[in-house]
């Protein structure tokens, strides 16, 4: 129980690897508060995580407003009395396509969600953690944060921002007692992966997509046991960690498993992708 007696928040928590987060803290002993755009998936993740003897509350957030992000907050201690772990879990991927065939709207989502998000959460945890001298930030990067992607530049362009902000984050409030934590789970097998919406002309791009997923995309337990280690006592006094669940190495046993699949004339095994073709402009998003 690495993480008894301690309170979690985790936004995005009722899906995808913000779920799994949420159930690996709170088997570890930790109470996990959620959040996400949906009290429907709210209620339906805390009474998940009741019935399996886990200690959750949550509400509903837009993490794009900061006031919502200080209300979840407040309920983390007024419900559990303290605060200990703050993951920012919450993002949106956005349409698949060139920079000028995406809708202002949809790219702007990408920003508020994975941009302003970070910023608000770590704002209203780090203030809190700061006064108390203590506390875990992990915030969570993706693909693209160490560079450019085309065709996804609303996304990698937010990832690479939080992995500065998280760093100089790290950086200015060293001394301060709390662990500042940039964590990259690779790719996951969750509907960030599975259900893809793809900008009209841009599909035959994609066509390797799902040999990709079968190579690199992992259970969302295995993120979910790192970011237990991140919160642990494993990590104390060792703020600006960047930890990443992807490697070369990685690759390259992906890429032989598909390899020996392919000799041996095994059939593909079943994987459920859902490709969406979305206009040119459609103000469509796939967020949290």
Known sequence: ????????VITGGT????LAIARSFAEQGAAVVLASRSQKAVDAAVELIQRQGGQAAGMAVD???YAQVQSLLRLALSQFGRLDIWVNNA??????????????????????????????????????????????????LGHGYKGPVPWQNAYSASKAWVRSFTKAL??????????????????VLTDLVTDVQVVEGSQPRLEKFPMVVRMLAKPVEVPAQKAVWLASCATDGKTGLLVSLFSPWTML????????????????????????????????????
């Open 63 to 65: 993490v794009a407003q």
């Open 91 to 140: 993002g949106t991927a956005g349409p698949y396509g060139p920079t000028l065939d995406l809708c202002t709207r949809a790219f702007s989502e990408v920003v508020q969600t994975n941009i302003l998000g970070v910023y608000h959460g770590s704002r209203a945890a780090m203030l809190h953690f700061v006064a108390q001298g203590s506390g875990k930030l992990i915030n969570l």
């Open 170 to 187: 790290a950086e200015e409030y060293k001394d301060s007692g709390v662990g500042v934590f940039a964590f990259n789970p690779g790719m």
């Open 253 to 288: 046993v992906g890429a032989l498993k598909e390899g020996w699949r392919a000799l041996l004339k095994r059939p593909e095994p079943p994987l459920d992708l859902r490709i969406r073709v979305i206009p040119i402009d459609q103000d469509e998003t796939n967020a949290v």
């Open 15 to 18: 899906r995808g690897i913000g």
């Open 1 to 8: 129980m690495e993480l008894r007696g301690k309170v979690a």
